[in-house]
């Protein structure tokens, strides 16, 4: 029904008789958990212009402000989630691939890459998130299926991990890979005097390289797509890790327009020319996007044994991962960022790795320091490391779900020793006394509730082990809401802003139909987003 003229007169003049403010939304939920350092009771929150304004009680606020618009929930407000770690514009663009994650077995990855072809208007195939260790014969498959079935098509097909690829002879052959080809930091696998397809780590690149870029039109389209994926879980803020010069360019368009909106902090990849473009100019920021940080590569990952290692892995003698960027060249980088201003943010997962960054950064920072340079994933950390993260102020950047992911094999890789310095948040956290918390999507899935349940719970998601994996490096729920809110936005030096539901900070705010703090642990992963809201625009609202 249209409001009449005279309705509209009198409820202005009743707000002002009663001195009510007129604002632009008014959020009331069950319980706001502010995650402020006094954390108020309060059930409402007020927001104008994108800024909270006042939190309280519905009584208290509903007498001095009179809202254009009013969320009544039955749910539990808390700030919108951030993950510290993820690919956001990496897995937008991946979304036209063709999905592998979950298949049980090499045929049935085939069976998936043929049904895919079927409608596939490419004039290649990319398919991505196999994972040998879900199979049942748990070794790296090898090409001829796929030279058999696709002898003039380029098929790329990647591990889980991003680490390794499977290629056929025609995507090889474009890359101009032999037998005699040799990489840096990477590897191509050979069997009884052939190529196998398996490319690690920098010998992948060849092969992504072939690859065109996606037109920006449909680009456009699976970034919105990603937007609103990540809106719907209660995400309002990533840490977009590594990102490419090209991408930062249309990231840099689309949040100039408005066509993006979730908060995002860019890493800019490592690669010569995004570096070149870049670095010089100092960080940058447009509307919600902010460009400031750099993501150097130490090592690879634990799955595919890429992982650097101090000693050999337990289930591969004589074999202890490579590093993936020389000493030199991130020593470059880091006195690069050093003087032109951007954050240092290195994948270090392996204790060998981990000691070569940390001792690194100890080098440039020379003492305690507010840089936040961050090692991410800090997986495994040898026991006389730990210090350096509080005598430097490094901050470890961890991903909760890894763990339970890992799980299965972590100890065949590290033996029972290495694996209690393995995905060590407890101990992470007491080192500066805070800890952010990602997922690095698309590794693991986007769902920041499977963070807060594998880092406070320490389960897989039928409840096993019944003890909780590695339990004593668990945090609380208290520690895991944090690492996924103000720890999240201090890492990337973003708490003024974010992170928490206080007065002048952008409202950010998910609405959750359970609350999380107190439900039993066996519910938390059931647990639904009934609103999320982006600077106080409704982005996502349960059906
Ligand atoms: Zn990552």
Same mark, same amino acid.
């Given at each position: 029904?249209?409001?009449?003229?005279?309705?509209?007169?009198?409820?202005?003049?009743?707000?002002?008789?009663?001195?009510?403010?007129?604002?632009?939304?008014?959020?009331?939920?069950?319980?706001?958990?502010?995650?402020?350092?006094?954390?108020?009771?309060?059930?409402?929150?007020?927001?104008?212009?994108?800024?909270?304004?006042?939190?309280?009680?519905?009584?208290?606020?509903?007498?001095?402000?009179?809202?254009?618009?009013?969320?009544?929930?039955?749910?539990?407000?808390?700030?919108?989630?951030?993950?510290?770690?993820?690919?956001?514009?990496?897995?937008?663009?991946?979304?036209?691939?063709?999905d592998l994650v979950g298949t049980a077995?090499?045929?049935e990855?085939?069976?998936k890459?043929?049904?895919?072809?079927?409608?596939?208007?490419?004039?290649?195939?990319?398919?991505?998130g196999w994972d040998?260790?879900d199979?049942?014969?748990?070794?790296?498959?090898?090409?001829?299926?796929?030279?058999?079935?696709?002898?003039?098509?380029?098929?790329?097909?990647?591990?889980v991990?991003?680490?390794?690829?499977?290629?056929?002879?025609?995507?090889?052959?474009?890359?101009?890979?032999?037998?005699?080809?040799?990489?840096?930091?990477?590897?191509?696998?050979?069997?009884?005097?052939?190529?196998?397809?398996?490319?690690?780590?920098?010998?992948?690149?060849?092969?992504?390289?072939?690859?065109?870029?996606?037109?920006?039109?449909?680009?456009?389209?699976?970034?919105?797509?990603?937007?609103?994926?990540?809106?719907?879980?209660?995400?309002?803020?990533?840490?977009?890790?590594?990102?490419?010069?090209?991408?930062?360019?249309?990231?840099?368009?689309?949040?100039?327009?408005?066509?993006?909106?979730?908060?995002?902090?860019?890493?800019?990849?490592?690669?010569?020319?995004?570096?070149?473009?870049?670095?010089?100019?100092?960080?940058?920021?447009?509307?919600?996007?902010?460009?400031?940080?750099?993501?150097?590569?130490?090592?690879?990952?634990?799955?595919?044994?890429?992982?650097?290692?101090?000693?050999?892995?337990?289930?591969?003698?004589?074999?202890?991962?490579?590093?993936?960027?020389?000493?030199?060249?991130?020593?470059?980088?880091?006195?690069?960022?050093?003087?032109?201003?951007?954050?240092?943010? &290195?994948?270090?997962?392996?204790?060998?790795? %981990?000691?070569?960054?940390?001792?690194?950064? *100890?080098?440039?920072? =020379?003492? @305690? +320091?507010?840089?936040?340079?961050?090692?991410?994933?800090?997986?495994?950390?040898?026991?006389?490391?730990?210090?350096?993260?509080?005598?430097?102020?490094?901050?470890?950047?961890?991903?909760?779900?890894?763990?339970?992911?890992?799980?299965?094999?972590?100890?065949?890789?590290?033996?029972?020793?290495?694996?209690?310095?393995?995905?060590?948040?407890?101990?992470?956290?007491?080192?500066?006394?805070?800890?952010?918390?990602? &997922?690095?999507?698309?590794?693991?899935g986007? %769902?920041?509730?499977?963070?807060?349940?594998? *880092?406070?719970?320490? =389960?897989? @998601? +039928?409840?096993?082990?019944?003890?909780?994996?590695?339990?004593?490096?668990?945090?609380?729920?208290?520690?895991?809401?944090?690492?996924?809110?103000?720890?999240?936005?201090?890492?990337?030096?973003?708490?003024?802003?974010?992170?928490?539901?206080?007065?002048?900070?952008?409202?950010?705010?998910?609405?959750?139909?359970?609350?999380?703090?107190?439900?039993?642990?066996?519910?938390?992963?059931?647990?639904?987003?009934?609103? &999320?809201?982006?600077?106080?625009?409704?982005?996502?609202?349960?059906?």
């Amino acid at each position: 029904m249209k409001k009449s003229l005279l309705s509209i007169v009198l409820t202005i003049y009743a707000s002002q008789l009663l001195g009510k403010q007129k604002i632009d939304l008014l959020v009331t939920g069950i319980t706001v958990y502010t995650v402020a350092e006094e954390g108020e009771i309060s059930n409402t929150i007020a927001i104008e212009k994108g800024r909270v304004i006042g939190i309280g009680t519905d009584i208290e606020l509903n007498k001095n402000y009179e809202a254009r618009r009013n969320i009544n929930a039955k749910g539990y407000i808390f700030p919108g989630f951030i993950d510290a770690h993820c690919h956001f514009s990496g897995y937008a663009l991946d979304m036209y691939k063709c999905d592998l994650v979950g298949t049980a077995s090499f045929v049935e990855v085939i069976e998936k890459v043929v049904a895919y072809d079927r409608t596939n208007k490419l004039s290649w195939i990319y398919a991505r998130g196999w994972d040998q260790n879900d199979w049942t014969v748990k070794e790296f498959p090898d090409k001829s299926v796929l030279d058999s079935l696709f002898p003039d098509k380029p098929v790329i097909l990647k591990r889980v991990d991003g680490h390794a690829i499977l290629a056929n002879q025609r995507a090889l052959d474009m890359a101009g890979i032999t037998m005699q080809s040799d990489f840096k930091g990477g590897s191509v696998e050979k069997k009884n005097g052939n190529l196998t397809g398996i490319l690690i780590d920098n010998a992948m690149e060849p092969v992504e390289n072939i690859v065109p870029p996606l037109p920006e039109q449909e680009a456009t389209s699976y970034m919105n797509k990603m937007e609103q994926e990540c809106y719907s879980l209660g995400l309002t803020g990533v840490v977009d890790c590594g990102v490419e010069g090209d991408i930062i360019r249309l990231l840099e368009k689309l949040y100039a327009g408005n066509k993006l909106t979730i908060s995002n902090t860019t890493l800019l990849s490592q690669s010569k020319p995004t570096l070149e473009q870049y670095m010089k100019n100092g960080p940058l920021t447009k509307n919600n996007l902010t460009v400031s940080a750099i993501k150097i590569y130490a090592d690879g990952a634990l799955g595919s044994r890429g992982a650097c290692l101090l000693k050999d892995y337990s289930d591969k003698h004589g074999h202890r991962g490579t590093m993936l960027s020389g000493l030199d060249e991130m020593s470059a980088i880091a006195d690069d960022a050093l003087k032109y201003k951007w954050q240092v943010c &290195t994948h270090a997962i392996g204790d060998s790795a %981990n000691r070569t960054i940390l001792k690194l950064y *100890a080098s440039k920072l =020379k003492t @305690k +320091n507010d840089l936040r340079w961050r090692v991410e994933h800090a997986q495994v950390v040898h026991p006389s490391d730990y210090h350096f993260f509080s005598d430097y102020s490094i901050i470890p950047s961890v991903q909760p779900t890894h763990a339970i992911s890992d799980m299965p094999w972590a100890e065949e890789r590290l033996g029972t020793d290495r694996v209690n310095n393995a995905y060590a948040y407890k101990q992470l956290l007491n080192q500066n006394g805070w800890l952010p918390l990602g &997922t690095d999507f698309p590794v693991e899935g986007i %769902n920041p509730i499977a963070t807060f349940y594998t *880092a406070a719970i320490r =389960k897989d @998601k +039928n409840g096993k082990p019944e003890e909780g994996f590695l339990k004593a490096n668990g945090l609380t729920r208290e520690e895991a809401l944090k690492g996924m809110t103000i720890w999240a936005a201090k890492s990337v030096g973003n708490e003024n802003k974010k992170g928490s539901i206080e007065i002048g900070k952008d409202a950010d705010i998910v609405i959750l139909d359970q609350d999380i703090m107190t439900v039993d642990e066996s519910k938390i992963l059931s647990t639904r987003v009934l609103y &999320t809201i982006s600077k106080g625009e409704i982005k996502y609202q349960a059906k």
